[in-house]
C-alpha cells in the first residue's frame, strides 16, 4: 500500500490533485476568515508569526498563523509514514540564511510570495501577472547560476534532533497560540486587533487545512520555484501541471464564492507599482532558486528532517521583522476619499531590493564549483 501510494502522488494524475486541493482549500480559508487573496501565503504569514513573536511592531500584521505549523507538521506526519524522516543538514548555512532573508524582502515588497501571486491572479488582481513574470526571471537567473557549477554543498545525514528542531519549535508555537501568554506588560504574544492579521479562520479549520496541504504536498514534492525550475532546465513539466491545476480550481472556487474581482489597481493588499511588483518577485525568485525551494517547498523539507530548509525559513521569519522595522516591506493601494492613492515601496525598500539582487548574484558568483556533472552541480530538493 504505501509503495502504491508513493507512485499515485509520484505520477502527474497525483501532482495534479494535490494542486487542485490546494486551489480549493486556499480560497475556502479566505471565505472562512482570511485576509482577502490570502488563503494561504507562506511569506504573509511568516511575516505575521514574527509580528506576533515582537520581531516587527507592526500592529496590523501580528498572529500566529495556524496554516504555517499544520504545513510542517503535516509533512511531518507524512515523512514518518512513508520512511522518509531523514535528520540531514549541509553546508552554507549563513549563504541559506542570508538568501532567506533577501527572500523575504522581495516577497514583502511584492506583498505575497509565489503561492499567494497565483491565488491573487485566480481571483482577479492582474498586477500579479507581473510578479509572476518578475519570479520567472529570478528563477531563470538562478537557473543559469545552477548551469553554471553552482552549489551550496550537499547534504549529510545528521543527529536526530537536528531534525526535530523546526517540528518542535511548531508544536512551541501552536501552544502559544492556544494559551496566549503576555510575557510583560505590553509585550508579546502580540495579536493584531486590526488589519489582515486580525482576520483568520478559525484554529481548527486553518491547522485541519495546514495539515493536510503539508501531508499532500511533502508525498507529491509540490514546489513553484521547481515547477519553473525544470521547465527551463530540462523541458519538465511535471511540477508545473500541479500549479496550472491550483489556478484553475482557484478561478473556479473564487468565481462560486463571489471573490472574484478583477482589475489593476486598488485589489486587496497589493499596490500597482508595476517596476516593484516586477523586482521584488525577481529577488525572491532568484532567492529561492539558490536556496533549491520555494517557501513553501522549503516548510516541507524542514518538516521532514531538513534543517538546510529549516535555516532558509529562519531567514524569512528575520527579514519579516527587518522589512517592517526598517520600512522596507511594499503598502498596498488605498481609495482615500474617492482617489485612489497608489501604493508601492519606500526608497528604503526600493535600495533594499537593488540590495538583495546585487547580493543574491554575488552569492551565485561566488559559489560555482570548478567541475560540474552534466553542466549543472546542483541538488533536487
Given at each position: 500500500?504505501?509503495?502504491?501510494?508513493?507512485?499515485?502522488?509520484?505520477?502527474?494524475?497525483?501532482?495534479?490533485?494535490?494542486?487542485?486541493?490546494?486551489?480549493?482549500?486556499a480560497?475556502?480559508?479566505q471565505?472562512?476568515?482570511n485576509?482577502?487573496?490570502?488563503?494561504?501565503?507562506?511569506?504573509?504569514?511568516?511575516?505575521?508569526?514574527?509580528g506576533?513573536?515582537?520581531?516587527?511592531?507592526?500592529?496590523a500584521?501580528?498572529?500566529?498563523?495556524?496554516?504555517?505549523?499544520?504545513?510542517?507538521?503535516?509533512?511531518?506526519?507524512?515523512a514518518?509514514l512513508?520512511?522518509?524522516?531523514?535528520?540531514?543538514?549541509?553546508s552554507?548555512?549563513?549563504?541559506?540564511?542570508?538568501?532567506g532573508?533577501?527572500?523575504?524582502?522581495?516577497?514583502?515588497?511584492?506583498?505575497?510570495?509565489?503561492w499567494r501571486?497565483?491565488?491573487?491572479?485566480?481571483?482577479?488582481?492582474l498586477t500579479?501577472?507581473?510578479?509572476?513574470?518578475?519570479?520567472?526571471?529570478?528563477?531563470?537567473?538562478?537557473?543559469?547560476?545552477?548551469?553554471?557549477?553552482?552549489?551550496?554543498?550537499?547534504?549529510?545525514?545528521?543527529?536526530?534532533?537536528?531534525?526535530?528542531?523546526?517540528p518542535?519549535?511548531?508544536?512551541?508555537?501552536?501552544?502559544?497560540?492556544?494559551?496566549?501568554?503576555?510575557?510583560?506588560?505590553?509585550?508579546p504574544?502580540f495579536?493584531?486587533?486590526?488589519?489582515?492579521?486580525?482576520?483568520?479562520?478559525p484554529?481548527?479549520?486553518?491547522?485541519?487545512?495546514?495539515?493536510?496541504?503539508?501531508f499532500?504536498?511533502q508525498?507529491?514534492?509540490?514546489?513553484?520555484?521547481?515547477?519553473?525550475?525544470?521547465?527551463?532546465?530540462?523541458?519538465?513539466?511535471h511540477?508545473?501541471?500541479?500549479?496550472?491545476?491550483?489556478?484553475?480550481?482557484?478561478?473556479?472556487?473564487?468565481?462560486?464564492?463571489?471573490?472574484t474581482r478583477?482589475g489593476?489597481?486598488?485589489?486587496?493588499?497589493?499596490?500597482?507599482?508595476?517596476?516593484?511588483?516586477?523586482?521584488?518577485?525577481?529577488?525572491?525568485g532568484?532567492?529561492?532558486a539558490?536556496?533549491?525551494?520555494?517557501?513553501?517547498?522549503?516548510?516541507?523539507?524542514?518538516?521532514?528532517?531538513?534543517s538546510d530548509?529549516?535555516?532558509?525559513?529562519?531567514?524569512?521569519i528575520?527579514?519579516?521583522g527587518?522589512s517592517?522595522?526598517f520600512?522596507?516591506?511594499?503598502?498596498?493601494?488605498?481609495i482615500?476619499?474617492g482617489?485612489l492613492?497608489?501604493?508601492?515601496?519606500?526608497?528604503y525598500?526600493?535600495?533594499?531590493?537593488?540590495?538583495?539582487?546585487?547580493v543574491?548574484?554575488?552569492?551565485?558568483?561566488?559559489?560555482?564549483?570548478?567541475?560540474?556533472?552534466?553542466?549543472?552541480?546542483?541538488q533536487?530538493r
Amino acid at each position: 500500500m504505501r509503495e502504491r501510494l508513493t507512485r499515485l502522488f509520484a505520477s502527474r494524475g497525483g501532482i495534479v490533485a494535490v494542486g487542485a486541493v490546494i486551489g480549493l482549500l486556499a480560497p475556502l480559508l479566505q471565505r472562512w476568515g482570511n485576509p482577502p487573496n490570502m488563503g494561504i501565503c507562506v511569506a504573509c504569514f511568516e511575516r505575521d508569526i514574527a509580528g506576533a513573536l515582537g520581531l516587527h511592531r507592526a500592529a496590523a500584521v501580528q498572529y500566529i498563523r495556524p496554516e504555517i505549523i499544520g504545513l510542517v507538521l503535516g509533512s511531518t506526519i507524512a515523512a514518518l509514514l512513508f520512511r522518509e524522516f531523514r535528520a540531514r543538514s549541509g553546508s552554507a548555512p549563513i549563504v541559506r540564511y542570508v538568501l532567506g532573508v533577501f527572500a523575504m524582502i522581495g516577497a514583502l515588497a511584492f506583498l505575497g510570495c509565489p503561492w499567494r501571486a497565483l491565488l491573487r491572479l485566480s481571483a482577479g488582481d492582474l498586477t500579479a501577472v507581473l510578479g509572476l513574470a518578475g519570479l520567472a526571471a529570478g528563477i531563470g537567473v538562478g537557473v543559469l547560476f545552477l548551469r553554471s557549477g553552482y552549489s551550496l554543498g550537499r547534504t549529510q545525514k545528521a543527529s536526530a534532533v537536528v531534525g526535530w528542531i523546526v517540528p518542535a519549535t511548531m508544536v512551541g508555537l501552536l501552544l502559544l497560540l492556544i494559551f496566549r501568554p503576555q510575557f510583560s506588560p505590553g509585550g508579546p504574544i502580540f495579536f493584531s486587533e486590526t488589519g489582515p492579521g486580525s482576520m483568520h479562520a478559525p484554529l481548527l479549520i486553518s491547522l485541519a487545512v495546514g495539515l493536510v496541504v503539508g501531508f499532500l504536498a511533502q508525498r507529491s514534492r509540490f514546489c513553484t520555484m521547481g515547477a519553473v525550475r525544470d521547465v527551463i532546465l530540462m523541458g519538465d513539466t511535471h511540477l508545473l501541471s500541479g500549479i496550472g491545476a491550483l489556478v484553475a480550481v482557484a478561478v473556479v472556487t473564487n468565481l462560486a464564492l463571489g471573490q472574484t474581482r478583477v482589475g489593476w489597481t486598488a485589489m486587496p493588499v497589493a499596490h500597482s507599482s508595476h517596476l516593484w511588483n516586477v523586482l521584488g518577485m525577481a529577488l525572491a525568485g532568484l532567492a529561492f532558486a539558490l536556496a533549491g525551494g520555494c517557501p513553501g517547498r522549503q516548510l516541507f523539507l524542514a518538516g521532514e528532517g531538513d534543517s538546510d530548509s529549516g535555516v532558509f525559513v529562519l531567514g524569512m521569519i528575520t527579514g519579516a521583522g527587518i522589512s517592517h522595522n526598517f520600512s522596507l516591506a511594499g503598502s498596498p493601494d488605498a481609495i482615500v476619499d474617492g482617489v485612489l492613492k497608489v501604493g508601492g515601496l519606500s526608497r528604503y525598500g526600493m535600495w533594499a531590493v537593488v540590495l538583495g539582487l546585487v547580493v543574491c548574484v554575488g552569492i551565485g558568483l561566488a559559489m560555482r564549483e570548478r567541475a560540474t556533472v552534466g553542466g549543472a552541480a546542483w541538488q533536487g530538493r
